[in-house]
């Protein structure tokens, strides 16, 4: 098992797994959208001059099987910068092993090493076993709107 930074030659496979969490989500009543991404908008927007967004990879014997895509915010009240999850997914024959957590706690390497304050996130509200998942890690639900948890794992 192997978690590394994605480059500008996994954009195909970003794409695949960005429709994948799409359809999960779709499942978890967590979207209901058509994605209008593509693998040139990844390449520009997360490989290009300007980064917009980063993601992590998980390899399982050397193939992808799992990523987080996040990005950088900042707080000018609070003089902070903080990170926001956008997706995690492992793929479903490798879920409930560990790797999420993995993935996870290589985020949070991340965000040690950039000086965030906290990583946020939210979830479906029907995503139940991704509730307690966070919760083990050590994240607190910062907020509902209506039955949808916001997260906030501090640093």
Do not use: C
């Amino acid at each position: 098992m192997n978690v590394r930074k994605a480059n500008k030659q996994d954009s195909s496979k970003l794409f695949e797994f960005i429709e994948y969490k799409a359809e999960f989500d779709r499942l978890m009543k967590g979207f209901d959208g058509k994605i209008s991404t593509t693998k040139d908008k990844i390449e520009r927007t997360l490989f290009g001059d300007y980064p917009f967004a980063h993601a992590l990879l998980l390899e399982i014997d050397g193939e992808v099987q799992g990523f987080a895509l996040f990005h950088y915010r900042y707080s000018s009240f609070r003089g902070e910068p903080s990170i926001w999850l956008d997706d995690l997914l492992v793929v479903g024959e490798h879920r409930s092993k560990g790797y999420g957590a993995e993935l996870m706690h290589a985020l949070k390497k991340e965000a040690e090493k950039s000086l965030t304050s906290h990583i946020s996130w939210t979830a479906s509200p029907y995503n139940i076993k991704a509730h307690e998942f966070y919760k083990k890690l050590g994240a607190e639900v910062e907020r509902m709107e209506g039955q949808r948890p916001y997260f906030r794992w501090t640093i």
